[in-house]
């Protein structure tokens, strides 16, 4: 897959840390120009406060072979979305694949607690920087990304569709703002579909980010110094398994098969054939399902 994406361009909005960058990397090391936007800088950061930043990112992309461009952007300010793809448009004239992936809600919920006891602000934060984002950077970078033929957005979230239908998730906030995006892959791929472009929702499994990471108090080495005290953490993956899911969705010239699904970084490798960096492939969510969400020990054996 080194040169399977030479010529294309992407967007990864929110590519700062976590699944963004992992995609934002390996959308690089597949040859592409990789556009990472994101509100942590090495001037400023964002209220998450961490080391993290879309220069990095830019950096990181480049080592892999491609071609990394960071941009701040608050993606719940249309002007400066605008002004994103006014930028891109100029500068490459196309689009061919855009990644929603702006978060921004780790520290705005709270497990388990119920819509009436929850921080309204906080929730209500949550839900703009979950959803308000990815409408704003949709309506900006869609007729971009039409110009040309075979464009791909993947709209990422936490959970997949037949999941997230029976289990609820962690709380209201919470639940609603991860179920919308994948309504989004939905409703864009019936908007884009007949236009040439496909649209999914994409779910990484249990992923290592820098922020579980040190959530855990390890480092990507020493993860499984982890196992002790979370032991279905055995089934967690690197953000560059979801990255590696992007690159194969984006380098398929069938991928229209896949228009508006909910699609998973465990199902795609099993369909494409890709590994995370370890040469496993993590089912995460069929072990979810199958093992620690009827009780059963930790044992990833048959899911990695």
Request: aromatic share 8%; glycine share 10%.
């Amino acid at each position: 897959m080194s040169a399977a994406l030479d010529g294309k361009v992407a967007l990864v909005a929110g590519a700062t840390r976590g699944a963004g960058r992992g995609i934002a990397v390996e959308l690089g090391a597949a040859g592409a120009t990789v556009y990472v936007t994101g509100r942590s800088t090495r001037t400023r950061r964002s209220e998450y406060d961490r080391p993290e930043t879309i220069e990095d990112t830019a950096d990181l992309v480049a080592a892999a072979g491609g071609h990394g461009i960071a941009v701040p952007t608050d993606h719940l300010v249309p002007s400066q979305v605008r002004a994103l793809v006014d930028r891109i448009a100029a500068e490459q004239d196309r689009l061919d694949v855009l990644v929603n992936d702006i978060w921004g809600g780790e520290h705005l919920f709270a497990w388990d607690t119920p819509v009436w006891e929850h921080d309204l602000d906080k929730g209500l934060r949550l839900l703009r920087l979950a959803v308000e984002t990815h409408a704003i950077t949709s309506h900006h970078a869609l007729p971009l990304l039409l110009r040309g033929r075979g464009g791909l957005v993947v709209e990422m979230t936490d959970g997949t569709a037949e999941y997230n239908r029976d289990t609820y998730r962690n709380s209201f906030f919470y639940d609603l703002a991860k179920t919308a995006v994948l309504r989004m892959g939905f409703s864009l791929g019936h908007e884009l579909g007949s236009r040439g472009a496909t649209a999914v929702a994409l779910t990484p499994g249990w992923m290592r980010s820098e922020m579980m990471l040190d959530h855990f108090e390890v480092t990507e080495e020493t993860w499984r110094d982890a196992l002790d005290r979370v032991p279905h953490f055995c089934i967690s993956e690197t953000p560059s398994y979801t990255g590696r899911a992007v690159v194969a969705l984006a380098a398929d010239p069938d991928v229209s098969r896949w228009n508006g699904r909910s699609l998973s970084s465990g199902g795609l490798a099993q369909e494409y054939g890709f590994t995370d960096l370890d040469g496993s492939r993590p089912d995460a969510w069929r072990y979810l399902t199958e093992v620690q969400g009827v009780g059963g020990p930790a044992d990833a054996t048959g899911y990695r």
